[in-house]
């Protein structure tokens, strides 16, 4: 096997790579690795397609504009059983496999859970043997690099496909036109029908990309399909002719510019004309793909329902319903009717977030513009929506405006959500929460005309990343402790807790984080310059910069603590080393002032003698899917402390818990659900429930109140924007400490002093050492359940009607 390995990596290295080994960098390794590695899946790959086709098997189609890959080398070497072979067979070859694997730059195509979750779906899919394609858009450019310069967050565009990807097959013959603008021909048939003909005032190739998604042991291996945007004609001769290069190619730059960039924020929609044309780019390739496919294998388009199963990932491919509308009607000559029950059977939606800044909306002029026969499908699904809305519930006119797909407050917009979810049949939310908060707020009236359509669906992470891969250490236990096949089955993890008691366990429970938390001190080192000793409890904040997820009341604890030392400085503390990590959407300017105030916070309180090794800040620069593979098996303490009723689930949370942290948390999205299986001892619950923040919100009750009732609290707040921190420019945080004084909206001046009274009881089980490393463990041996199998599993039964065995 390790000859077999050595020989493939040898022969990519000189015929493909085109290199003399003697010669070779760590990124050509890596080329030649992963180039013998994808050799390995190619085979399964086309296997499947072929088996799935004629099986007449039921095809998942998972449509999402992001897919937060990150390195792709170790997850499918250990997917395909062939981790260790390689490694040997590179040692062999006196390479080191730690430095070829970080040589893969990470496929960063999303912007955070939502684009991680997809990417640990397409891995579940393939373990569970389910035939399922992703589709989405091919970005030269995913999401920014983030340098942080004198504690402030600057943007750099990021490169990971300026060498191309070696685990990508350019599909030549799978390229669809799609089309923009234009107008709308109508014309009635002999038969007295109807019809519109859409005659696009401009058309681009869509040109498809396919990595192959690895299961678990090789079982299945499924296409991520990307499309990639391509002019039609790629230079305008006339005009170059004329001596006008830029005019020539202006074209080409308009097309290509679809699939340039990844829209670098998440939880506010950027609102823009060529974010509409993304996702109509992708989601018109993707279902002409679809629809062909079906057409050649069973021939008539009625029986799609029962063939396929389209997943809309949030919003952001919601234009599929009225593509497939248009599709059906136009393309193909089916009456509306049948189009439409075969749209609706076809469909489903999963809402990821219901911050009401967040949900899309289009100005009905650019939606006019951009898409006008889509418009005029809209209208129509519309207009047979609310009459149906209307008979069932007469007496509400109030209840047609709130459910109209078509948003007639202040400028006419067309409503995304209220599109996906009146052609799918079924939606689902991502936590019991937040799926109870969907039928209780945003879709409450939806909910009421279509009572069944609504359910739950909890969020889950791929073990074999998030636990195999990253945290090899306590793997090697589980498997002693819990029966080898427990990278299999996560349910036997549960044996764990039979041994939480026992000290031989805990003390090799507790080496492990140590190890782990040795290489991640190196990491701050290097990134930061910070030294931080590995003994000290690491507590961890590591997720997308938001207001919501109130990384402010966290960087207040930490200047309250600071404060106490200092006053207090032989008092029996905890060592403790913050650690924050996370990007914020370039124009964001509050996130970005919590970027400069965690770096602020950092420089006073690490160059302080006064607090020694008590407590260290670290804000570590471009937080990405590598990065998060290096601080969560590392990590002690959990920080999750959204503000309730506002994360829909949370994903970080899982994979922190499953790796021994403890949580610290609101009663939250997934928090609630981690809460009731590892149990009320085992995590530090603190903060407003939902049902307190909204009955605050509706009273409109501010923070005067909890400022005035808690000194230590008004102390923290003017320190801040006094410029106790910011001596350079002591007004800097004014503005954003003046935002909690006046609305506070994410009640941060409520929750204060519980979380530091929550954080007081992290100390004092830290201290006590075993109970610690016990609710460690019990952590651990009760998260089987946040497994993404068991959540694919739920689709499949749930949703998809695809049969799975797990
Ligand atoms: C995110 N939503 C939510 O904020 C997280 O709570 C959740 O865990 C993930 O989705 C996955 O479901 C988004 O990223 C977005 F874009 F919808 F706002």
Request: proline residues 4%; aromatic residues 10%.
């Amino acid at each position: 096997m390790v000859s077999e390995a050595k020989s493939a990596i040898i022969s990519k290295m000189t015929l493909s790579v085109g290199k003399d080994p003697a010669f070779a960098t760590d990124y050509d390794w890596f080329l030649a690795c992963a180039l013998a590695a994808r050799d390995r899946a190619t085979l399964r790959f086309l296997e499947g397609k072929r088996v799935t086709a004629s099986d007449g098997k039921k095809r998942v189609y998972y449509l999402s504009l992001e897919f937060l890959i990150g390195r792709q080398l170790t997850d499918v070497l250990s997917n395909l059983s062939l981790l260790d072979v390689f490694r040997a067979a590179l040692e062999d070859l006196g390479v080191d496999y730690e430095r070829v694997r970080s040589a893969e730059p990470d496929a960063a195509l999303g912007n955070g859970g939502l684009g991680r979750l997809a990417a640990c779906f397409m891995e579940s899919m393939a373990t569970l043997g389910i035939p399922a394609y992703g589709y989405g858009i091919r970005y030269d450019h995913g999401l920014f690099r983030q340098v942080i310069y004198d504690g402030w967050q600057e943007e750099y565009p990021e490169d990971w496909l300026s060498f191309g990807t070696p685990w990508e097959f350019l599909r030549t013959d799978v390229v669809f036109n799609v089309g923009f603008g234009g107008s709308v021909e109508t014309y009635v048939t002999p038969a007295g029908i109807t019809r519109y003909t859409w005659h696009p005032g401009e058309v681009v190739h869509a040109v498809s990309y396919d990595t192959p998604m690895v299961g678990w042991r090789g079982r299945s291996v499924n296409p991520l399909r990307l499309w990639s945007a391509r002019a039609v004609d790629p230079l305008r001769l006339e005009l170059f002719n004329r001596g006008d290069f830029a005019g020539a190619s202006s074209d080409q730059a308009r097309a290509e510019a679809i699939s340039k960039f990844l829209y670098p924020s998440d939880e506010t929609p950027s609102g823009q004309e060529l974010r509409l044309r993304q996702e109509y780019f992708f989601v018109s390739a993707s279902l002409q793909d679809l629809l062909s496919r079906h057409r050649r294998i069973y021939g008539d388009l009625h029986s799609l329902p029962e063939r396929a199963a389209i997943q809309l990932n949030d919003t952001h491919p919601a234009v599929a319903i009225a593509e497939m509308m248009r599709l059906l009607l136009d393309e193909h000559g089916l009456p509306w009717n049948e189009a439409w029950a075969i749209t609706s059977a076809t469909f489903s939606y999963t809402n990821h977030t219901l911050l009401p800044e967040a949900l899309e909306t289009w100005p009905l002029a650019v939606f006019e513009r951009l898409l006008p026969r889509h418009l005029q499908i809209i209208y129509f699904i519309n207009n047979l929506h609310l009459e149906a809305a209307k008979k069932a519930f007469p007496e509400e006119p109030e209840l047609l405006r709130s459910v109209s797909i078509i948003d007639e407050r202040d400028g006419r917009k067309v409503r995304m959500g209220q599109l996906a979810f009146v052609g799918s049949h079924a939606i689902n939310g991502v936590s019991a929460l937040h799926t109870d908060l969907m039928r209780k707020t945003t879709f409450r009236d939806l909910n009421r005309i279509y009572p069944d359509r609504i359910q739950n669906k909890t969020n889950g992470i791929t073990f074999r990343r998030w636990l195999h891969q990253s945290n090899p250490g306590l793997t090697a236990i589980l498997k002693e402790v819990c029966g080898a096949e427990v990278v299999d089955n996560p349910e036997v993890i549960e044996r764990l807790a039979a041994h939480a008691g026992d000290s031989a366990l805990q003390d090799r429970i507790r080496a492990v984080k140590l190890a782990n938390k040795t290489a991640l001190a190196k990491v701050i080192a290097e990134r930061t310059g910070v030294r931080v000793d590995p003994a000290a409890l690491f507590d961890v904040q590591i997720k997308r910069m938001h207001e919501y997820k109130r990384q402010l009341l966290n960087l207040l604890e930490t200047a309250a603590l600071y404060d106490a030392i200092r006053a207090n400085p032989d008092a029996d503390w905890t060592p403790r080393v913050k650690i924050m990590a996370g990007k914020a959407a370039a124009s964001y300017v509050n996130a970005k002032f919590i970027i400069k105030l965690a770096n602020d916070i950092a420089q006073v309180v690490n160059n302080d003698p006064a607090v020694r090794d008590l407590l260290k800040v670290v804000f570590l620069p471009n937080y990405n899917v590598s990065l998060a593979e290096v601080i969560i098996p590392a990590a002690d303490l959990s920080e999750q402390i959204s503000t309730a009723g506002m994360e829909a689930s949370g994903t970080g949370n899982m994979k922190l818990a499953l790796n021994g942290a403890l949580t610290i948390g609101t009663l939250d999205g997934a928090n609630i659900e981690i809460r009731d299986n590892v149990g009320n001892d085992n995590i530090f619950i603190f903060g407003l429930t939902t049902d307190e923040v909204s009955y605050r919100r509706e009273r409109g009750i501010t923070a005067g109140q909890a400022i005035a009732a808690s000194p230590m609290l008004a102390g923290v707040l003017n320190a801040v924007s006094g410029g106790r921190f910011s001596p350079d420019d002591p007004g800097r945080f004014v503005q954003l400490i003046d935002g909690l004084r006046g609305a506070d909206r994410y009640m941060v001046t409520d929750d204060f002093d519980s979380y530091y009274a929550a954080q007081r009881r992290v100390d004092a089980c830290w201290n006590s050492g075993e109970p610690w490393t016990r609710s460690a463990i019990i952590n651990i041996a009760n998260m089987a359940w946040f497994s993404s199998d068991r959540t694919i599993a739920e689709y499949a039964r749930e949703i998809w009607n695809v049969p799975v065995d797990l």
